[in-house]
């Protein structure tokens, strides 16, 4: 069964950081791009960031001004999301995500595009 699943969420105060992780369990990611995403209650889903296959060449959305960060461990099949500085508006429940294609150099925010998905942590940033 190809299972992704997300911990490290939890509740942290704003200016905090929090690192999530998105391990893949029934198969290896190395062939995969990888994404994070984010919904916060009442909006839609959008696309944090994301990580391509080869390269580890990354695109993270504009309006984080560079307070997050994507990474992977082939060797340990996991994606993380170092989130630095968070805000009041960071709340939200976040998906990591992953769609085969080897070789490439780059990735998308296009969640259609996406195969798999985990099920999804929630991050809480209150005072």
């Known amino acids: 069964q190809l299972q992704l699943v997300e911990s490290g969420g939890g509740l942290v105060q704003p200016g905090g950081s929090l690192r999530l992780s998105c391990a893949a369990s029934?198969?290896?990611?190395?062939?995969?791009?990888l994404g994070w995403f984010r919904q916060a209650p009442g909006k839609e889903r959008e696309g944090v960031a994301c990580?391509?296959?080869?390269?580890?060449?990354?695109l993270h959305a504009v309006s984080l001004k560079g307070r997050f960060a994507i990474s992977r461990d082939n060797a340990k099949n996991t994606v993380y999301l170092q989130m630095n500085s968070l805000e009041i508006e960071d709340t939200a429940v976040y998906y990591c995500?992953?769609?085969?294609?080897?070789?490439?150099?780059?990735?998308?925010?296009?969640?259609?595009?996406?195969?798999?998905w985990g099920q999804g942590t929630q991050v809480t940033v209150s005072s």
């Open positions: 990580i391509s296959s080869a390269g580890g060449r990354t």
């Open positions: 029934g198969f290896t990611l190395v062939h995969y791009v």
């Open positions: 995500a992953a769609y085969m294609e080897p070789s490439t150099y780059v990735c998308t925010h296009d969640e259609s595009e996406y195969e798999y």
